[in-house]
Antibody
Framework: EVKLAVHGGGLVEPGSSLRLSCVAS????????MEWVRQAPGKGLEWIAA??????????EYSVSVNGRFTISRDVSQNILYLHMNNLKTEDTGIYYC???????????WGQGVMVTVSS | DIQMTQSPSLLSASVGDRVTINCKAS??????LNWYQQKLGEAPKLLIY???NLQTGIPSRFSGSGSGTDYTLTISSLQPEDFGTYFC????????FGAGTKLELK
């Protein structure tokens, strides 16, 4: 059974760093494109980052809103996807989801989401 | 970026109703349009990918159509478990979601 479990959320001050983990089970992380999507409180969904699979050298892309501050990576030996978030801003507050890309950006499995609150 | 305009933002309907949700892109997205359902406190769920392909396990009362800039999600006969918020998502270029349509019980 495919499962994604997200960990690492919390309350941090502006300018801080935080690392989210997405533990995958039931499939081989290296075989799939993986994505991060976030949702500000009471708002809609925002795609923020993606990493391609092993065949595409795990290359990454980012939304304008996080480019240069967030980095996506994965530990394929542990089947874990990471989102490293630096220089956090109050507008980064929200629920962060990881998702598996089942093909052509069809996000077929999602983690449960974790809350990140950036506040002084 | 491609802007996705969903309508209506709020839809009140009854069990058994046929409902449609629309999504208009600011430019041609070549049918690279997915639909997701989100219930309160849960992660989104993929319903339809690439305009009209039903995701495995999704009931056949859900269907999608469209081309160019205009896309529609249809639920043929609303069931109690269908209430929630629906988002369209384009992946023709930098991915963007619509603002969502909240489907509530009339």
């Amino acid at each position: 059974e495919v499962k994604l479990a997200v960990h690492g959320g919390g309350l941090v001050e502006p300018g801080s760093s935080l690392r989210l983990s997405c533990v995958a089970s039931g499939f081989t992380l290296g075989d799939y494109y993986m994505e991060w999507v976030r949702q500000a409180p009471g708002k809609g969904l925002e795609w923020i980052a993606a990493t391609r699979n092993r065949a595409k050298d795990y290359s990454a892309e980012y939304s304008v809103s996080v480019n240069g501050r967030f980095t996506i990576s994965r530990d394929v030996s542990q089947n874990i996807l990471y989102l490293h978030m630096n220089n956090l801003k109050t507008e980064d507050t929200g629920i962060y989801y990881c998702a598996r890309d089942g093909g052509i950006r069809s996000f077929d499995y999602w983690g449960q989401g974790v809350m990140v609150t950036v506040s002084s | 970026d491609i802007q996705m305009t969903q309508s209506p933002s709020l839809l009140s309907a009854s069990v058994g109703d046929r409902v449609t949700i629309n999504c208009k892109a600011s430019q041609n997205i070549n049918k690279y349009l997915n639909w997701y359902q989100q219930k309160l406190g849960e992660a989104p769920k993929l319903l339809i990918y690439n305009t009209n392909n039903l995701q495995t396990g999704i009931p056949s009362r859900f269907s999608g159509s469209g081309s160019g800039t205009d896309y529609t999600l249809t639920i043929s006969s609303l069931q109690p478990e269908d209430f929630g918020t629906y988002f369209c998502f384009q992946h023709n270029s930098w991915p963007t979601f619509g603002a969502g349509t909240k489907l509530e019980l009339k």
